[in-house]
């Protein structure tokens, strides 16, 4: 099912010729980065505002909205989901079972 | 390959009943909801700025951070990516090529 | 000049009783706290891109947008911009050269 | 007292020269823009959390610290407070009794 991360990014990928009236991805992209940008913080201000309310159904709303933002950003610079994906895996490790190695930096 | 985020969220998962001094997720579910929040986000904003730099490794680096710390976010809320997940592919359609559906109120 | 702060709030306060239909900030007050914190986070965003972009009269008009949206914030908590500023000062010192107090917690 | 900004400011403009160990918003501006915009964004989310909370105290500290590195932003780009109070005074009108100028584009 996961696999929706990669399908929805040849899907935004495909929009990027099309014309801005056409789609609301469309529209987004020829606003340009910062108007991308702009969405991926607004959205990761209401799924904290969701997380805040505890309501399940809405958490669940806003983090779709944080996560397909940011695959239009992905989109629009030309990075793939599989190589954010990769990154998780290679830091998680072959092991399977060490969170350790996915926190990366966060740890700091 | 997507499948690491439902491995990752089983991992974290199994974490909560983990001293909080055994790794760095049990110690973000010790520190509490607001302290995985403000790390969501710190990683938004870190996201966006690495975006601006355009240097593509440091953009999947803090989208991984980024997307780590929503999945820490949605166990400490009994939440799974699949319902994530699965929240896009409804708004994605069974067409696979339309992401009308996928912004959901997003385009407003 | 920079009594501006207190002046605005005296007129957010004003605004309270207002109709939500009279003014945007009758609005804002009228979709509840987390409306007003959505624009919070909206332009934080906003003022970082700005910064980012290097336009001075951009990250003048953003960050105008930001303090305005959290003397609205202020306001819908029934707290005064005074206490803000009473609180930088407090940190600020009474030699007024250090602002090593000044910086609170967020030196850590 | 909200003369606070202005005085403020010119503590962190005379910082500029300082040597980064001499002082935290020395080792901020040492570490440049992108170190005090994460900064600015965190801050946010903080505030954000803080307002969630309901606590007064927790909002106060978190706005000053918020308000604390836009002007650390302001001065890493030669910017000053006076100019965003001035266009806050600009949009807040003569009259001093319409915050419908204040809003500017926000009100889209």
Redesign the interface.
């Known amino acids: 099912?996961?696999?929706?991360?990669?399908?929805?990014a040849a899907?935004?990928e495909?929009?990027k010729g099309a014309s801005p009236d056409s789609?609301?991805?469309a529209s987004l992209y020829a606003r340009g980065?910062?108007a991308i940008?702009?969405?991926?913080?607004?959205?990761?201000?209401?799924?904290?505002?969701a997380?805040?309310?505890?309501e399940?159904e809405r958490?669940?709303?806003e983090?779709?909205?944080?996560?397909?933002?940011?695959l239009v950003?992905?989109a629009a610079?030309d990075?793939k989901?599989?190589?954010?994906?990769?990154?998780?895996?290679r830091?998680?490790g072959t092991s399977?079972?060490?969170?350790?190695a996915?926190?990366?930096?966060?740890?700091a």
Chains 1, 2, 3, 4 share one sequence.
Do not use: C, I, N
């Not at 099912?1 to 929805?8: A, F, I, N, T, W």
């Not at 399977?96 to 350790?100: A, I, W």
């Open positions: 099912m996961s696999d929706v991360l990669v399908r929805l899907t935004l495909a929009r789609s609301y991805v980065l910062d940008l702009k969405k991926v913080g607004e959205e990761a201000t209401e799924t904290v505002l997380a805040k309310s505890g399940a958490v669940v709303h983090t779709a909205d944080l996560w397909f933002h940011t950003m992905l610079l990075l989901p599989e190589q954010v994906l990769g990154e998780l895996q830091r998680f399977g079972h060490s969170e350790k996915a926190r990366g930096k966060t740890g």
